[in-house]
């Protein structure tokens, strides 16, 4: 897959677990393991975009 797709693709993934994230915060009862296991997701994602962008970027310069 070109790199330019993936990270749309991881993208679409983090906007995703972001939007599950504030849901889950809205209930008074907020599950706090399922709230950490979501936001170590979002901070993988938000890791390995930013990888494949600097690796892009490397390559394009």
Do not use: F, V, W, Y
Request: glycine share 2%; no cysteine; hydrophobic share 35%.
């Amino acid at each position: 897959m070109p790199t330019e797709a993936r990270i749309r693709e991881l993208n679409a993934r983090h906007h995703q677990l972001e939007a599950r994230i504030e849901e889950e915060l809205k209930h008074p009862s907020a599950d706090t393991l399922q709230l950490a296991r979501l936001k170590r997701q979002k901070l993988r994602l938000k890791e390995e975009i930013e990888s494949l962008r600097r690796n892009a970027e490397k390559q394009a310069g």
